[in-house]
């Protein structure tokens, strides 16, 4: 069975350092997708980023950035000089791409509260 | 603007009540899905339907039934036999299968017990 570990549940840090999230996961499979959501205090999970196995490229999205390194299945998510709006609860998610017909879903973290403190 | 729609925002129910949550989507996706949100536990899947008038169970189906009637709407009704219906409950959609298509939410309905 799948699994996502996101073991930092609250981080609290000063508005301009920079802060990151941890994410590992767990899989039988060799073809996996993964994902990184937001969601403010609104309630709505906002998409940050896909990456799918086989492309261990770190990506960089402005402040944002992505480090995918599958020899220790982590997809930790950076972001720099941290604003106030970045405060909210981020998730890691994983799905398989080796799915059978009924067996289609994402397994989420149990997501980390980020507060930027102004 | 296209998106998803939830409602109500707030929903309460009395014991042995089946109440129905709503969402609407015009985004043209095929797929969607309901997720439960309890503090602490991240989400979990609920029911999801590729195509309508089909769909499947997920990890936690007990106490709960969907119907995909039309494209765009995939409701939830939360029934009596859900003895702790209390959670924050988010629909989603997404072009095609979940394996690799990201996922567009909704605002989110929070249900609670009279």
Request: hydrophobic content about 30%.
């Amino acid at each position: 069975a799948q699994k996502v570990t996101q073991a930092q549940t609250e981080i609290s840090v000063v508005e301009k350092e920079d802060v990151t999230l941890d994410c590992v996961y767990e899989t039988r499979d060799t073809t996996y997708y993964l994902f990184w959501y937001k969601q403010p205090p609104s309630g709505e999970l906002v998409f940050l980023i896909r990456r799918n196995s086989f492309d261990e490229q770190n990506e960089i999205s402005g402040r944002y950035s992505w480090n995918f390194q599958k020899s220790t299945s982590s997809f930790n998510f950076t972001i720099t000089a941290s604003q106030v709006v970045d405060s909210a609860v981020y998730f890691c998610a994983l799905s398989e791409a080796q799915s059978n017909f009924g067996n289609e879903k994402l397994t989420f973290g149990t997501g980390t509260r980020l507060t930027i403190i102004p | 603007d296209g998106g998803i729609t939830q409602s109500p925002k707030y929903l309460f129910r009395k014991e042995g009540q089946n109440v129905t949550l709503s969402c609407e989507q015009n985004l043209n996706h095929d797929a969607m899905y309901w997720y439960r949100q309890d503090p602490g536990q991240g989400l979990r899947l609920i029911y999801y339907s590729q195509i309508v008038n089909d769909f499947q169970k997920g990890d936690i189906a007990e106490g709960y039934s969907v119907s995909r009637e039309k494209k765009e709407s995939f409701p939830l009704t939360v029934t009596s036999a859900q003895k702790n219906p209390t959670a924050f409950y988010l629909c989603a959609s997404s072009i095609g299968r979940v394996r690799d298509q990201p996922q567009h939410f909704g605002d989110g309905t929070r249900l609670s017990i009279l």
